[in-house]
């Protein structure tokens, strides 16, 4: 019913920059909050950044000051500016968003993920 696809994953060098995109598509009442969360090898998922419907933005702390997360409504698309990269930022970066959709007259919120893109810096 409702798709995420991200793209701009690649390898970048240390100190490089890289912006993720993601757009949401589908049978979608509404786009409520959107995040990207990443998934480095041996460790768990975790949140970088998440944005509201109004934008209002927040990250984790070792992402503060270089990375930005932004929203584009009218294109359903997340994106995440990545900028001075380091080698701990070598992850498959995930998008997720909190979608209502209209099923049988009712607003039903559910929770999507996309299939990931991977993001290699190296040092």
């Known amino acids: 019913q409702v798709q995420l696809v991200e793209s701009g994953g690649g390898l970048v060098q240390a100190g490089g920059s890289l912006r993720l995109s993601c757009a949401a598509s589908g049978s979608i009442f509404s786009l409520n909050a959107m995040a990207w969360y990443r998934q480095a090898p041996g460790k768990q998922r975790e949140l970088v950044a998440h944005?509201?419907?109004?934008?209002?933005?927040n990250y984790t702390d070792s992402v503060k000051g270089r990375f930005t997360i932004s929203r584009d409504n009218a294109k359903n698309t997340v994106y995440l500016q990545m900028n001075n990269l380091e080698h701990e930022d070598t992850a498959v970066y995930y998008c997720?968003?909190?979608?209502?959709?209209?099923?049988?007259?009712?607003?039903?919120?559910?929770?999507?993920w996309g299939k990931g893109t991977l993001v290699t810096v190296s040092s």
């Open positions: 944005i509201t419907s109004s934008g209002i933005a």
């Open positions: 997720n968003a909190e979608v209502a959709i209209l099923q049988m007259d009712q607003i039903h919120v559910l929770d999507y």
